[in-house]
């Protein structure tokens, strides 16, 4: 069956496109964004950007109020790089004096950063201009909606966008944060490596099993290096009471360095190239001096890098570096190699820490697969393969499988799809702790600074510990309001300058509030405390929430009280069952008033009757009075019941403020007036080439054998005029920020000054086709008349009548077509024609509108005599029979009265077979549409509940059953339903 492929999307209805069902994911790198949509017309694609390629450059450009996206703003990068930023993923949720900006401002130094209210990055284009890091990386990820939904051809506001493993809490809030901002709700944050976990695995289902497979992913990337190892098996799962089995990818061992990546490469040979550069002392000032010389020669940077992974030696070469001076170097790979020397050693460092972390060796690893564009280094292959001594395996697409796995989970996440499951559990890199202090019990002793409270700190989510998941912390010993804080901890295995680069330790600090009330509340001889629980989860993004926090207390319930809530109990039963009783009394003598009218002697046998039947309820009420007697005489134990209550709690971020309401929508504010100066630009720019195309198209067309024919030459001069008077003005005064108004003015003044020559113009050139679409047509209708002129009289489908009124027209049409044809080539071809093309059409509709009707005509009768002659024969076919079974009855009664038999059965029971009139059904089946082989279906229904599509055939509608004349209720019926609503109301209140 088609539902034992991997996936099947699910549409929930025939307007799907309508709904707009498609969902995205978008694979953050430094460098570089890889999107994927899936969708009904789109099944699990990568998307292709204007230039059709399939990944987009992670940068955005603002330069003489012009923003551009992608490679366009790359080339802006080149030309003013300060009017260009790019690697902005790797300043989010950071505060100034992170390593990483320092980084930044390295390698960037033409930017200028400053520090936002917050603490974060925001760079300064102006006196009076800043972007945050977070209205940057927004702009971005609408550019990246935007590709999606031209791409999938509808809407889309769900997205599942992938992170750093190494993210901390920080930094994943600023990202979404930014993809909000961006216009796009965030499905799940996942992490590069579980993204390209569940890309290898969804494909390779059948060879999961049971037996625990592990793999190791080595992810090098544009900035990072990771090193995750995934473990596949197939688990047992528990799903709304149901037991079932499912793959399941785990990551179990993580290592990786923030700094190790493809841009290590090529900042590096940048400066190499700069040096070399300034070695030929051609120029008067260094070349680091001048930002776009240095753009260009990243630029020249990136490219040999590319060169060097397929090749063994290229040269490096720049036209006008600066000052017109030209460049060109030879390179080599083992320069490069060289170059990278000393981080060559760290190549194989995350693998080892991946190891350690999964308490693993390389023997329980089964394959290696290099994933990232870093991975194509051939230095890191050969480095790689020496270190686990086997093959690497190279069956992933080194670009696109953490997009694809990402997009994959945002079908699983959202409402409009289908999806086989596949459970993913990511891990803990960065180990949480929870720290408090309570006041000391009279045992214990004081600390050593003479204080009377005890520093405790206990762990919460431990390194590798799996998400999602949720756990309670139990704070005993508390009875006022109490701080507690949620820090990073144990992380010394990072290294220092990794810890640097985390920022603060500190996530958020809690203040627990009403913990006195709440003892003062349940202050009972009976009611124990047992402490005040803290509710957290750490969800599949990755983010860690404080859902509650409640005081608990057990409450004993002695015997007696028990007894006394029974007896409680039984009373309210007991008057409950009387007063249902009187209800069901009530109604039964308004149903049945007929019984009132009986004769004494009924009444009296009536009056037996119910005795008996009062008896049978007495005993009936005596034996359950018995039974819980007999359960009163089993021995009682006091009764423990858990008690909560609620407490308040004031959460405080300690690593960087949140985004106020207030910033959220001043940057939304600054975003809206961007895109709206995009599409003003956007509607000049295409006002501006609608004017440019048009004054070229007439200045060419104006002379040409068609235009000129149709044209007096005063009207071509006038035209000629007008365009050489618009294209001075283009060339003189229009530019990219020339009012739109005026643009479309000059464009309907040439629209207008042109119109009646472009009518001419179409009218000569479709008239031939006209006219000899007429001609057939009249063929046509000649040739009908012909034919049906044989079928008229009493067995004939048409009157003679008709087929006159017919000819007359078919006759009108021939001698208007004449006439007018005579008159339009008297006319020269300057002049506006009267045989327009319109008027032919309008003849050629009438005449085949009048054979379709005389056709149709046709059909009815042909259908009605065929229904006469079925029913005829049917009639026929009826008495045959008839008179057939008649005569073997009386043949079988001659036969039985000569052989003087007598008759064992009775009369003989005549008539026709009984039929059952039964309807069918419509089993509402599902159409399975494949779109990927193998692999991806969608679900088409017949319809959907309360929107049935209109072109929906009979056979598709579920019958209806409705009474031809519903009973209306009477009035003995109507007051006793407003009888029992008193009731009811009575009882309740």
């Given at each position: 069956?088609?539902?034992?492929?991997?996936?099947?999307?699910?549409?929930?209805?025939?307007?799907?496109?309508?709904?707009?069902?498609?969902?995205?994911?978008?694979?953050?790198?430094?460098?570089?964004?890889?999107?994927?949509?899936?969708?009904?017309?789109?099944?699990?694609?990568?998307?292709?950007?204007?230039?059709?390629?399939?990944?987009?450059?992670?940068?955005?450009?603002?330069?003489?109020?012009?923003?551009?996206?992608?490679?366009?703003?790359?080339?802006?990068?080149?030309?003013?790089?300060?009017?260009?930023?790019?690697?902005?993923?790797?300043?989010?949720?950071?505060?100034?004096?992170?390593?990483?900006?320092?980084?930044?401002?390295?390698?960037?130094?033409?930017?200028?950063?400053?520090?936002?209210?917050?603490?974060?990055?925001?760079?300064?284009t102006s006196e009076d201009i800043v972007y945050t890091i977070e209205e940057l990386l927004a702009m971005i990820f609408s550019h990246a909606k935007n590709q999606a939904e031209v791409y999938a051809d509808q809407k889309i506001k769900d997205v599942v966008v992938t992170v750093p493993v190494y993210f901390n809490q920080a930094e994943r809030l600023a990202l979404i944060d930014a993809v909000q901002l961006g216009g796009l709700n965030v499905l799940q944050l996942m992490?590069?490596?579980?993204?390209?976990?569940?890309?290898?695995?969804?494909?390779?289902?059948?060879?999961?099993?049971?037996?625990?497979?592990?793999?190791?992913?080595?992810?090098?990337?544009?900035?990072?290096?990771?090193?995750?190892?995934?473990?596949?098996?197939?688990?047992?799962?528990?799903?709304?009471?149901?037991?079932?089995?499912?793959?399941?990818?785990?990551?179990?061992?993580?290592?990786?360095?923030?700094?190790?990546?493809?841009?290590?490469?090529?900042?590096?040979?940048?400066?190499?190239?700069?040096?070399?550069?300034?070695?030929?002392?051609?120029?008067?000032?260094?070349?680091?001096?001048?930002?776009?010389?240095?753009?260009?020669?990243?630029?020249?940077?990136?490219?040999?890098?590319?060169?060097?992974?397929?090749?063994?030696?290229?040269?490096?070469?720049?036209?006008?570096?600066?000052?017109?001076?030209?460049?060109?170097?030879?390179?080599?790979?083992?320069?490069?190699?060289?170059?990278?020397?000393?981080?060559?050693?760290?190549?194989?460092?995350?693998?080892?820490?991946?190891?350690?972390?999964?308490?693993?060796?390389?023997?329980?690893?089964?394959?290696?697969i290099l994933v990232g564009g870093g991975s194509r280094v051939p230095k890191v292959q050969e480095l790689l393969t020496q270190f686990i001594n086997a093959d690497l395996g190279k069956n992933l697409n080194t670009d696109e499988s953490a997009a694809m796995g990402a997009v994959y989970k945002a079908a699983d996440l959202s409402s409009g799809f289908k999806v086989k499951k596949f459970i993913t559990k990511e891990a803990v890199l960065l180990p949480i702790d929870v720290?408090?202090?309570?006041?000391?019990?009279?045992?214990?002793?004081?600390?050593?600074?003479?204080?009377?409270?005890?520093?405790?700190?206990?762990?919460?989510?431990?390194?590798?510990?799996?998400?999602?998941?949720?756990?309670?912390?139990?704070?005993?010993?508390?009875?006022?309001?109490?701080?507690?804080?949620?820090?990073?901890?144990?992380?010394?295995?990072?290294?220092?300058?990794?810890?640097?680069?985390?920022?603060?330790?500190?996530?958020?600090?809690?203040?627990?509030?009403?913990?006195?009330?709440?003892?003062?509340?349940?202050?009972?001889?009976?009611?124990?405390?047992?402490?005040?629980?803290?509710?957290?989860?750490?969800?599949?993004?990755?983010?860690?929430?404080?859902?509650?926090?409640?005081?608990?207390?057990?409450?004993?319930?002695?015997?007696?009280?028990?007894?006394?809530?029974?007896?409680?109990?039984?009373?309210?039963?007991?008057?409950?069952?009387?007063?249902?009783?009187?209800?069901?009394?009530?109604?039964?003598?308004?149903?049945?008033?007929?019984?009132?009218?009986?004769?004494?002697?009924?009444?009296?046998?009536?009056?037996?009757?119910?005795?008996?039947?009062?008896?049978?309820?007495?005993?009936?009420?005596?034996?359950?009075?018995?039974?819980?007697?007999?359960?009163?005489?089993?021995?009682?134990?006091?009764?423990?019941?858990?008690?909560?209550?609620?407490?308040?709690?004031?959460?405080?971020?300690?690593?960087?403020?949140?985004?106020?309401?207030?910033?959220?929508?001043?940057?939304?504010?600054?975003?809206?007036?961007?895109?709206?100066?995009?599409?003003?630009?956007?509607?000049?720019?295409?006002?501006?080439?609608?004017?440019?195309?048009?004054?070229?198209?007439?200045?060419?067309?104006?002379?040409?054998?068609?235009?000129?024919?149709?044209?007096?030459?005063?009207?071509?001069?006038?035209?000629?005029?007008?365009?050489?008077t618009i294209s001075e003005w283009l060339d003189d005064e229009a530019g990219p920020f020339t009012p739109i108004e005026e643009l479309n003015s000059r464009t309907k003044q040439l629209k207008d000054l042109t119109s009646a020559l472009f009518a001419r113009v179409r009218e000569h050139k479709a008239r031939p086709e006209a006219l000899e679409a007429l001609d057939k047509s009249l063929e046509n209708a000649k040739d009908f008349l012909a034919k049906s002129r044989n079928?008229?009289?009493?067995?004939?489908?048409?009157?003679?009548?008709?087929?006159?009124?017919?000819?007359?027209?078919?006759?009108?049409?021939?001698?208007?077509?004449?006439?007018?044809?005579?008159?339009?080539?008297?006319?020269?071809?300057?002049?506006?024609?009267?045989?327009?093309?319109?008027?032919?059409?309008?003849?050629?509709?009438?005449?085949?509108?009048?054979?379709?009707?005389?056709?149709?005509?046709?059909?009815?009768?042909?259908?009605?005599?065929?229904?006469?002659?079925?029913?005829?024969?049917?009639?026929?076919?009826?008495?045959?029979?008839?008179?057939?079974?008649?005569?073997?009855?009386?043949?079988?009664?001659?036969?039985?009265?000569?052989?003087?038999?007598?008759?064992?059965?009775?009369?003989?029971?005549?008539?026709?077979?009984?039929?059952?009139?039964?309807?069918?059904?419509?089993?509402?089946?599902?159409?399975?549409?494949?779109?990927?082989?193998?692999?991806?279906?969608?679900?088409?229904?017949?319809?959907?509940?309360?929107?049935?599509?209109?072109?929906?055939?009979?056979?598709?509608?579920?019958?209806?059953?409705?009474?031809?004349?519903?009973?209306?209720?009477?009035?003995?019926?109507?007051?006793?339903?407003?009888?029992?609503?008193?009731?009811?109301?009575?009882?309740?209140?």
């Amino acid at each position: 069956m088609l539902t034992k492929g991997l996936i099947l999307v699910g549409l929930l209805s025939l307007a799907s496109t309508a709904l707009g069902l498609a969902v995205m994911s978008v694979d953050v790198g430094s460098e570089w964004m890889k999107i994927a949509v899936v969708s009904p017309g789109v099944p699990m694609e990568i998307v292709l950007n204007p230039e059709s390629k399939r990944k987009t450059n992670m940068v955005v450009s603002m330069k003489d109020g012009e923003r551009k996206f992608g490679s366009d703003a790359m080339n802006v990068c080149v030309k003013s790089p300060k009017h260009c930023f790019s690697h902005l993923l790797d300043l989010v949720g950071k505060t100034v004096d992170n390593p990483m900006v320092k980084l930044y401002t390295d390698r960037f130094p033409h930017h200028k950063i400053e520090a936002t209210e917050r603490g974060t990055v925001q760079f300064r284009t102006s006196e009076d201009i800043v972007y945050t890091i977070e209205e940057l990386l927004a702009m971005i990820f609408s550019h990246a909606k935007n590709q999606a939904e031209v791409y999938a051809d509808q809407k889309i506001k769900d997205v599942v966008v992938t992170v750093p493993v190494y993210f901390n809490q920080a930094e994943r809030l600023a990202l979404i944060d930014a993809v909000q901002l961006g216009g796009l709700n965030v499905l799940q944050l996942m992490s590069e490596p579980m993204a390209v976990a569940l890309n290898y695995g969804m494909f390779r289902r059948k060879e999961i099993n049971g037996t625990a497979k592990n793999l190791m992913l080595y992810d090098m990337g544009a900035q990072d290096t990771t090193v995750s190892i995934v473990g596949y098996q197939i688990v047992k799962t528990k799903e709304k009471g149901f037991s079932e089995t499912n793959p399941q990818a785990q990551i179990l061992g993580v290592g990786y360095d923030r700094t190790l990546g493809g841009s290590e490469i090529t900042f590096r040979l940048r400066e190499y190239l700069a040096d070399q550069f300034d070695a030929m002392k051609k120029g008067s000032k260094s070349v680091r001096e001048v930002p776009r010389a240095m753009g260009k020669l990243l630029k020249e940077a990136e490219r040999v890098k590319l060169i060097l992974s397929a090749n063994t030696d290229c040269y490096a070469q720049v036209e006008n570096v600066m000052e017109d001076i030209d460049f060109k170097t030879p390179m080599s790979r083992d320069k490069l190699e060289e170059i990278m020397a000393d981080t060559w050693d760290r190549v194989t460092v995350p693998v080892q820490n991946a190891l350690e972390a999964a308490g693993m060796s390389m023997s329980a690893i089964d394959q290696v697969i290099l994933v990232g564009g870093g991975s194509r280094v051939p230095k890191v292959q050969e480095l790689l393969t020496q270190f686990i001594n086997a093959d690497l395996g190279k069956n992933l697409n080194t670009d696109e499988s953490a997009a694809m796995g990402a997009v994959y989970k945002a079908a699983d996440l959202s409402s409009g799809f289908k999806v086989k499951k596949f459970i993913t559990k990511e891990a803990v890199l960065l180990p949480i702790d929870v720290n408090f202090e309570r006041a000391l019990d009279p045992s214990e002793e004081p600390a050593g600074d003479g204080a009377g409270t005890k520093k405790v700190r206990r762990t919460l989510f431990s390194k590798m510990n799996p998400f999602p998941q949720k756990k309670i912390m139990t704070f005993n010993k508390h009875v006022q309001d109490f701080k507690f804080y949620v820090n990073y901890n144990d992380l010394d295995y990072l290294g220092a300058s990794e810890v640097s680069r985390l920022g603060s330790p500190n996530i958020t600090s809690v203040l627990v509030k009403g913990v006195a009330d709440a003892l003062q509340n349940n202050a009972k001889e009976n009611i124990e405390t047992k402490g005040v629980k803290a509710h957290f989860s750490l969800d599949d993004s990755g983010i860690l929430s404080l859902t509650s926090v409640e005081s608990v207390f057990e409450k004993t319930i002695s015997v007696e009280e028990q007894e006394k809530l029974e007896a409680e109990e039984e009373s309210k039963e007991g008057d409950k069952d009387d007063t249902w009783a009187k209800l069901g009394d009530t109604i039964s003598s308004f149903f049945n008033p007929d019984e009132e009218e009986e004769s004494k002697d009924g009444e009296k046998a009536d009056g037996a009757d119910k005795k008996k039947d009062d008896k049978k309820k007495k005993d009936a009420k005596k034996d359950a009075a018995d039974k819980k007697k007999d359960k009163k005489k089993e021995p009682k134990k006091p009764k423990i019941e858990t008690l909560k209550e609620d407490l308040g709690m004031e959460i405080v971020r300690e690593d960087l403020p949140a985004l106020t309401s207030e910033l959220l929508e001043a940057a939304r504010a600054k975003l809206d007036v961007l895109d709206q100066a995009d599409r003003d630009r956007e509607a000049r720019e295409t006002a501006l080439n609608e004017l440019q195309a048009l004054n070229f198209d007439l200045m060419d067309k104006i002379y040409q054998e068609e235009y000129e024919v149709a044209s007096t030459e005063e009207e071509r001069q006038k035209i000629q005029e007008a365009c050489s008077t618009i294209s001075e003005w283009l060339d003189d005064e229009a530019g990219p920020f020339t009012p739109i108004e005026e643009l479309n003015s000059r464009t309907k003044q040439l629209k207008d000054l042109t119109s009646a020559l472009f009518a001419r113009v179409r009218e000569h050139k479709a008239r031939p086709e006209a006219l000899e679409a007429l001609d057939k047509s009249l063929e046509n209708a000649k040739d009908f008349l012909a034919k049906s002129r044989n079928l008229t009289g009493d067995d004939g489908f048409f009157k003679e009548k008709e087929l006159d009124v017919f000819e007359k027209k078919l006759k009108d049409v021939e001698t208007w077509k004449e006439t007018k044809t005579k008159e339009q080539e008297a006319l020269p071809l300057s002049e506006m024609p009267k045989l327009t093309v319109s008027l032919i059409h309008t003849k050629i509709g009438d005449l085949e509108g009048e054979m379709k009707y005389l056709v149709s005509k046709a059909k009815m009768a042909k259908a009605e005599k065929d229904r006469e002659k079925r029913k005829k024969e049917a009639e026929e076919k009826k008495a045959r029979e008839e008179e057939e079974k008649k005569r073997k009855k009386e043949e079988k009664e001659a036969k039985k009265a000569a052989e003087g038999e007598e008759a064992k059965e009775g009369e003989e029971k005549e008539g026709g077979e009984d039929t059952e009139d039964s309807e069918d059904q419509i089993e509402n089946d599902e159409e399975l549409i494949e779109i990927v082989p193998d692999l991806v279906w969608y679900i088409v229904r017949p319809g959907r509940q309360g929107a049935e599509p209109a072109s929906a055939p009979e056979n598709l509608r579920l019958p209806v059953h409705t009474p031809a004349n519903p009973p209306e209720p009477s009035l003995r019926e109507t007051l006793v339903i407003v009888a029992l609503i008193h009731l009811l109301f009575e009882m309740i209140r």
